[in-house]
């Protein structure tokens, strides 16, 4: 028995370097019946030479490969095509910088049956690892996924873009993938299957790896498109009309938020005693608790004690605690290094939800006016 058939989708724009790799790993699939749909979103580094070569649409070189090339409409638009033209009965969706272990398809297959009446299996779920390089990103991005998956339920609520399988049927029921979402198309598919009566399966063996998140830029760079993108989930998508199960990998993300108002907080109440105390207007004893510099000064210091509770306890303590023990140089330093990469995490999601905000109020980049 071979199962069902399988269509693995994958979409490029400028990834030429990741192309051959990512396709060995595809088409090095043990499950039997497969076939791979590359989409070039309007490459301009050379990507659509790469692809040429792998085109093969009648698999006589083993697995089929069809690919299609199309103008810069966006991962959404492609991954649609994908979904439409597709043969499988199940349609698998995975990034070009991502590398499927051998059995990631045969670990989500596995999963499509419910295992309750409850159940009706419209998507399947893996695990994604990124992999570290030598920088802080790297590693902090590696082990803020892990801390994720680590605490992810069997029934979820996200099918992750780099690691799913879906339902083709019940994909296409509900639209498929929206063309006008920008960013965290994988969320907003999987919400309306769940709207729909659809459950979404995690399976942990499914395994693919992503290659190392480096550089500062292009990681707070992913983190406020995703803050962005999420006021667009919750006004699309109020928990009110939501069902099944809730939002459950965001991570550290909430507690990383607070970050930047604790920071502002605490330099607001330290300053006017710092003042008072140069000054010799506040002096350290009995008294200054009756005056209000000195009453500000103990509040910012409370307000620094819980900062350093939620960086080095909890989710996000999990992640500093793990990052700073892997370093093979000083401590010190990555300890700073990790206290100042999250205040710009921070601030990158409070710049990603204003910016949100202002889409919804504009009704621009797919938001609906009010």
């Known amino acids: ?52 070569a792998h085109h093969d649409p009648e698999g006589n070189n083993g697995v089929p490969v069809r690919v299609h090339h199309q103008p810069p409409l966006g991962l959404s638009a492609g991954r649609q095509w994908a979904v439409e033209q597709a043969r499988g009965e199940w ?19 596995a999963q499509i049956h ?19 390089a030598s920088d802080l990103v790297s590693r902090l991005r590696s082990v803020e996924i892990a801390a994720k998956y680590r605490a992810r339920p069997r029934r979820t609520s996200l099918a992750n873009g780099p690691c799913s399988m879906f339902n083709r049927e019940a994909l296409l029921a ?24 659809g459950t979404i399966v995690y399976a942990r063996d499914a395994l693919v790896r992503h290659v190392p998140e480096t550089g500062a830029y ?28 809730g939002f459950d990998f965001l991570g ?20 006017p005693s710092a003042l008072g105390l140069i000054s010799g207007d506040l002096a350290l004893g009995k ?10 000064l103990v509040a910012s210091i409370t307000v620094l004690l819980i900062q350093e509770v939620l960086v080095w306890r909890g989710r996000l303590g999990v992640v500093n605690r793990e990052v700073v023990g892997s370093t093979t140089g000083s401590k010190l330093v990555a300890m700073l290094g990790v206290r100042r990469m999250i205040l710009r995490w921070s601030l990158a999601l409070w710049h990603g939800l ?17």
């Open 1 to 52: 028995m071979t199962g069902p058939m399988v269509s693995i989708t994958v979409c490029v724009r400028n990834g030429a370097h990741w192309i051959d790799d990512c396709l060995t790993s595809l088409k090095g699939q043990t499950h039997p019946s497969i076939e791979i749909l590359v989409v070039n979103d309007g490459s301009t580094d050379g990507a659509e030479a790469i692809l040429d």
């Open 91 to 109: 349609v698998a969706i995975t990034d070009i910088d991502v590398r499927p272990e051998p059995d990631w398809v045969a670990n989500m297959v």
């Open 114 to 132: 419910p295992v309750d009446p409850e159940e009706r299996v419209v998507a399947i779920t893996g695990r994604t690892v990124f992999e570290q």
């Open 174 to 197: 509900v639209g498929g993938f929206d063309p006008e979402w920008y960013h965290a198309e994988d969320m907003e598919v999987s919400l309306r299957l769940i709207q729909a009566g």
């Open 218 to 245: 292009h990681f707070l760079a992913k983190r406020r498109r995703d803050a962005r993108a999420h006021v667009r989930i919750v006004r699309h998508h109020p928990k009110r009309q939501r069902g099944g199960p």
């Open 252 to 271: 550290s993300s909430t507690v990383v938020l607070c970050m930047l108002p604790m920071w502002l907080a605490f330099l607001i109440l330290f300053v």
């Open 287 to 296: 008294a200054m608790f009756q005056q209000w510099e000195g009453q500000a």
């Open 354 to 370: 204003f910016l949100g905000v202002l889409d919804a109020v504009l009704g621009r980049n797919g938001h609906r006016r009010a």
